[in-house]
């Protein structure tokens, strides 16, 4: 009975809209990349199938709740003042104005991938400031350590999220909060200086970064890469979560170009050759690496012991 009355106010308080297209959307797969790991503050995967998540529009702070409700709708609630401006762009966030015809893959793992997972876009958040800390996070670190870094700066600067949200979703900073984080907070969360120093530079410019949202996706990449400490790789890690962009290849990845080869090609290449390889396949090379990774194809052999996880907090 209490779940029942639970389930009862979550629904009675929300914003709610449902949205559908003309050919599938695969709504986890999709919105995977905005999980930043397993107990991410901001993001929550329930046991019921949906997915919520809290985040910080112009209009103000929101936590939403997107659930699959057919192959070709997503049903989506939202709390807080961003509710409204969120879900009039919900179409847009799952790019379902996205045309695939051009994207004819010739290799017979990306054609199995696209046949069997033709439900899966590309996600547009807008949120250019949003998906840029926990990418420069994970500059040059173990994915590990960058994620256990992001969690423990939003749980200590962030805020808690609007509406019934699940216990402990987390709304992340804002850009004043990031800039203003002492150099000893975050040491203390395992962040270097460099990329420290990298966020508070960003805030500082975080309303221009935003406008970067409505640019030609190679336009705003470079306007991203003329913040000192912000690279190919993390623009391309931005662009593929705030931009839709289907062509965002992470080159300069510690992992990608040796997967994308030992997975097309059954054997290790570099990035140069893995840029040239997916040329062809322009302008959906970030397309193509999801369904990779989507279908388990994805993979790499291990050799060797893993490079040691680095530490900061102690020097």
């Not at 807080?80 to 045309?99: I, R, S, V």
């Not at 969690?151 to 999220?161: C, Q």
């Not at 203390?188 to 990298?198: D, K, L, S």
């Not at 302008?283 to 790499?300: N, Q």
Request: charged fraction near 25%.
């Amino acid at each position: 009975m209490a779940r029942v009355r639970e389930q009862a106010a979550i629904a009675e308080s929300a914003l709610v809209r449902t949205v559908t297209t003309d050919r599938p959307v695969d709504l986890a797969h999709t919105i995977a990349p905005l999980r930043r790991g397993l107990g991410d503050p901001c993001h929550v995967d329930a046991p019921d199938g949906t997915h919520w998540h809290a985040s910080r529009l112009p209009s103000g702070p929101v936590t939403y709740r997107l659930a699959q409700s057919g192959p070709d709708a997503v049903r989506a609630q939202a709390w807080g003042a961003g509710a409204a401006e969120f879900l009039a762009g919900l179409e847009h966030m799952l790019c379902l104005d996205e045309d695939v015809s051009d994207f004819v893959p010739e290799h017979p793992k990306l054609a199995d991938a696209h046949r069997r997972f033709p439900g899966l876009r590309m996600l547009r958040t807008g949120l250019v400031f949003e998906a840029l800390v926990p990418a420069v996070l994970e500059q040059k670190v173990h994915t590990k350590s960058a994620r256990a870094s992001w969690r423990r700066l939003v749980r200590e600067f962030g805020a808690p999220a609007p509406g019934p949200a699940p216990a402990g979703l987390m709304l992340p900073p804002d850009a004043e909060a990031w800039r203003r984080i002492p150099s000893w907070a975050y040491h203390r969360a395992n962040v270097g200086p460099q990329r420290a120093q990298t966020i508070v530079r960003a805030a500082r410019v975080a309303d221009a970064l935003e406008r970067t949202a409505h640019q030609d996706p190679v336009e705003a990449a470079r306007r991203l890469r003329t913040i000192p400490g912000i690279g190919v790789w993390t623009a391309a890690e931005i662009a593929q979560r705030a931009f839709g962009d289907a062509d965002a290849l992470s080159v300069g990845d510690f992992h990608l170009a040796a997967i994308v080869g030992w997975t097309l090609l059954g054997r290790p290449i570099d990035d140069d050759e893995m840029v040239e390889y997916l040329n062809p396949l322009r302008p959906h090379r970030y397309r193509a690496v999801r369904l990779l990774e989507v279908s388990g194809y994805a993979h790499k052999p291990k050799f060797g012991p893993r490079t040691p996880l680095t530490d900061h907090t102690w020097h």
